[in-house]
């Protein structure tokens, strides 16, 4: 198989995909070994639980800060999530192996198209829920840049609702026990539309109210969109 082949064999994924070894790994390593990393070291905590809806027809939208996001999120939720991983990071051997493993799938962040759309439905079928960090790439504590589109034009489609989760405090690289503070607040779910600058903006405020940073607009960033939306 040649290696855009591959690639793209990460990007198109079935509901039998999300399976119980795929989540029964997420449990070791997030729910287990992060957890315990996130409570020693960092004191979590997670407010707002009652929030998250008992069915799997949401989208879990948090901001972003640091790599150690997306193990915090599936670690704190009942259910296994899937988020989008950069296509990039598929072309890494081990890494792939890894981040496959726990669930992700690859993706062009410059443009959603037909197999994220058909992916997420795929999640959307299963047991799991699928995750989108909105701003697409980290962003710095104290501010909200670089949120796409995408995030809302996936919920049209897919007519999920979206549940804003505020993070804080994953951006500092601590390692002694006690030392780091890492708060998640999880808001109540946005209802999905045909307004998708109408969701955008919502989750723009709630993420506002969530983490108490402030959002500087970014014209680029939210150009970006899905496909055929």
């Given amino acids: ?24 790994f997420q449990i070791l390593v997030c729910k287990i070994f992060y957890m315990i990393r996130f409570k020693l070291v960092y004191r979590l905590e997670v407010h707002g639980m009652e929030n998250v809806p008992d069915d799997n027809e949401y989208i879990v939208c948090p901001n972003h800060l640091s790599t150690l ?70 962003g710095v504590p104290g501010e909200i840049r670089g949120v796409t589109r995408g995030f809302a034009g996936l919920a049209k489609i897919t007519k999920c609702a979206i549940l804003p989760v505020g ?16 708060i998640v607040n999880i808001g109540k779910p946005i209802p999905y539309s045909d307004d998708i600058d109408g969701m955008v903006e919502q989750w723009i405020k709630s993420i506002q109210e969530l983490t108490g940073f402030k959002y500087v607009p970014d014209t680029e960033a939210e150009k970006i969109g899905v496909e055929n939306e």
Avoid: C, H
């Fill in 167 to 182: 993070i804080t405090g994953t951006e500092q690289a601590k390692r002694i026990p006690f030392s780091g503070k890492i």
């Fill in 69 to 138: 996001d997306p193990p915090l999120i599936v670690g704190i939720f009942k259910r296994s999530v899937s988020f989008m991983a950069k296509k990039e990071l598929f072309d890494i051997k081990f890494l792939r192996w890894w981040i496959d493993w726990l669930g992700a799938f690859a993706v062009n962040r410059e443009s959603l198209g037909p197999s994220t759309i058909k992916t997420v439905m795929a999640i959307k079928k299963s047991n799991w829920v699928f995750g989108i960090f909105p701003q697409g790439t980290r």
């Fill in 1 to 24: 198989m040649s290696k855009e082949k591959e690639k793209k064999s990460y990007t198109k994924r079935t509901t039998e995909q999300f399976n119980n070894w795929r989540r029964l």
